[in-house]
């Protein structure tokens, strides 16, 4: 519901800001030119083919869709949706193996690099210069993959195809940005320059540096858009602002996570305080999700294909899954841990089953208005073809990345126990195993129900899209789980820095992580 209010706002701004005189004379007169109404209608066209081709069946054209306005002549039978929704949740459940293998893979590199020795030296113990050494190779190799995330990000956009063509460019603008800045943590570490602090004051460059990066490469990216498709009515700011907005607002949201909330996280001492704020984390990602997935469906029919639209939104969700998921994993009573799975499941369930009474509300709530004080305020539809398909590719991601963080947030831990502690291996993966597995059934369940709700009674064609595109879901979703490992493993490790300054768990042996190190000097 918040997030529609957000939306409201959004189409009530875009309706107050329309050049009213020009559309007066376009119901006059037509001012259009043919070449733009042309790729208007062409991409009108490539929307309504594209969605088509993703019915759950290919079945004769009396079951189809025959207009925008789309309603079902046969809807499915309830066996025939529970089974397509079975097999949509078994399928893409099969996929996050691979994923959290990867996660894994550069949640350990990170451990034993980047954030080495972390326990130790929390403990006010010396660490070497090798340590250092080692540390610094890790941020290099984390600045090569988080410097790469906008380049590969307009794969998934744009094609590989085009990509290669047009954008490849911006792979060494990422580098050349992730080369100066492992330069000047280079400079930093030859001069002992070394800033503990919460907030590290020295990491600001860095964070400038990705900004300037990222705004570089939309900007050729956006030149060549323009000498490609010079029929394009957008103007080079409009693509620019949809290609760097939602990049810089899950560069800020980040930014506010790693900094913000997970200090005011470990601050709390009750653990009741805890619960709630990890329940309210996923609402501060709102905003920025409702002001992308607004752009995505009516601000880029011209640049994006519909089926691609997707890659606009969904790693934005993905930072504040991550921080629930972690927050959920660092509670010791399974009894929260379990209330939490369920709270997300129920809560992703109700959202999915309440989109008509929403819609219908919303659509009084703006007659309303026009009524009164918005005569030009319109309801957007939310029933076309983009928007079905733009549905089923975030819903596609969404349950990916939900079992991958569930999976990846108890490896942290085991990850992290195992290489800073003297401690048995299996009762800690033990612990974890039990957890995961309840994780997962909670998710599976209750993805079930919303697949099932969003393809029999909203002719989502889950089943259909990632069937023919789980490459395309799978490499976009890989994108991100590398990026947020590299990005956020340092500020999750204070997390569990925090967990084993409590309790028993502080009797634990440290490892000294030092020793494998020592005889390079």
Same mark, same amino acid.
């Given at each position: 519901m918040l997030e529609e209010i957000i939306a409201c706002f959004l189409s009530l701004f875009s309706a107050l800001t329309l050049d009213a005189p020009r559309l007066s004379r376009r119901e006059m007169n037509d001012s259009t030119s043919p070449s733009e109404q042309r790729t208007h209608n062409t991409w009108e066209d490539k929307i309504h083919r594209e969605y088509v081709s993703f019915e759950e069946d290919n079945?004769?054209?009396?079951?189809?869709?025959?207009?925008?306005?789309?309603?079902? *002549?046969?809807?499915?039978?309830?066996?025939?949706?529970?089974?397509?929704?079975?097999? =949509?949740?078994?399928?893409?459940?099969?996929?996050?193996?691979?994923?959290? /293998?990867?996660?894994?893979?550069?949640?350990?590199?990170?451990? *034993?690099?980047?954030?080495?020795?972390? $326990?130790?030296?929390?403990?006010?113990?010396?660490?070497?210069?090798?340590?250092?050494?080692?540390?610094?190779?890790?941020?290099?190799?984390?600045?090569?993959?988080?410097? /790469?995330?906008?380049?590969?990000?307009?794969?998934?956009?744009?094609?590989?195809?085009?990509?290669?063509?047009?954008?490849?460019?911006?792979?060494?603008?990422? $580098?050349?940005?992730? /080369?100066?800045?492992t330069l000047y943590l280079t400079f930093l570490l030859l001069y002992g320059i070394d800033d503990t602090s919460p907030i590290n004051s020295y990491y600001v460059p860095a964070i400038l540096i990705f900004a300037v990066a990222t705004l570089w490469e939309s900007a050729i990216v956006v030149r060549n858009i323009r000498q490609k498709h010079q029929t394009v009515s957008y103007s080079g700011r409009h693509i620019f602002s949809v /290609?760097? !907005?939602?990049?810089?607002?899950?560069?800020?949201?980040?930014?506010?996570?790693?900094?913000? !909330? !997970?200090?005011?996280?470990?601050?709390?001492?009750?653990?009741?305080?805890?619960?709630?704020?990890?329940?309210?984390?996923?609402?501060? =990602?709102?905003m920025p999700t409702a002001v992308c997935r607004h752009m995505a469906l009516w601000r880029t029919s011209e640049i994006i294909e519909p089926e691609r639209s997707f890659a606009l939104v969904y790693f934005i969700r993905a930072a504040f899954i991550t921080l629930y998921r972690i927050m959920q994993a660092n509670f010791k009573n399974i009894s929260l841990f379990v209330g939490l799975s369920l709270l997300s499941g129920v809560s992703s369930l109700l959202k999915t089953a309440t989109v008509g009474i929403r819609e219908k509300v919303w659509a009084r709530v703006i007659r309303f208005l026009n009524r009164t004080c918005c005569t030009r305020l319109h309801h957007l539809p939310g029933n076309t073809p983009h928007h079905r *398909?733009?549905?089923?590719?975030?819903?596609? $991601?969404?349950?990916?990345f939900e079992n991958n963080s569930l999976i990846l947030s108890q490896s942290y831990i085991v990850l992290y126990t195992i290489t800073n502690f003297q401690l048995s291996d299996w009762s800690v993966v033990k612990s974890s195993l039990t957890r995961i597995a309840i994780g997962l059934v909670i998710e599976f369940v209750f993805n079930f129900l919303s697949t099932f709700i969003r393809i029999h009674w909203h002719n989502i064609p889950v089943t259909r899209v990632y069937s023919k595109y789980w490459k395309r879901h799978v490499f976009a979703n890989i994108i991100v789980v590398a990026v947020f490992v590299c990005y956020f493993t340092n500020p999750l490790v204070a997390i569990f820095q925090n967990r084993f300054h409590d309790s028993g768990a502080g009797n634990y042996a440290i490892r000294n992580c030092t020793l494998p190190y020592e005889s390079w000097r």
């Open positions: 079945l004769p054209s009396e079951t189809e869709y025959v207009q925008l306005g789309y309603e079902l *002549r046969n809807r499915p039978t309830y066996i025939q949706s529970l089974l397509r929704s079975l097999k =949509a949740n078994f399928t893409i459940t099969l996929a996050v193996l691979p994923l959290t /293998l990867i996660g894994m893979a550069l949640i350990y590199f990170d451990l *034993r690099t980047l954030d080495l020795c972390s $326990q130790w030296e929390d403990k006010n113990y010396t660490i070497s210069f090798d340590v250092r050494r080692m540390r610094l190779l890790g941020k290099g190799v984390a600045s090569v993959i988080t410097y /790469l995330w906008f380049p590969l990000s307009l794969i998934v956009l744009f094609g590989w195809s085009e990509f290669k063509r047009h954008y490849s460019s911006t792979i060494l603008v990422g $580098q050349l940005a992730g /080369l100066f800045n /290609l760097a !907005v939602p990049v810089l607002s899950t560069l800020a949201m980040s930014l506010f996570y790693r900094y913000a !909330v !997970v200090k005011w996280f470990n601050s709390l001492d009750n653990v009741l305080y805890k619960f709630i704020l990890a329940i309210l984390t996923p609402t501060l =990602a709102l *398909r733009f549905k089923a590719d975030t819903e596609i $991601q969404n349950i990916l």
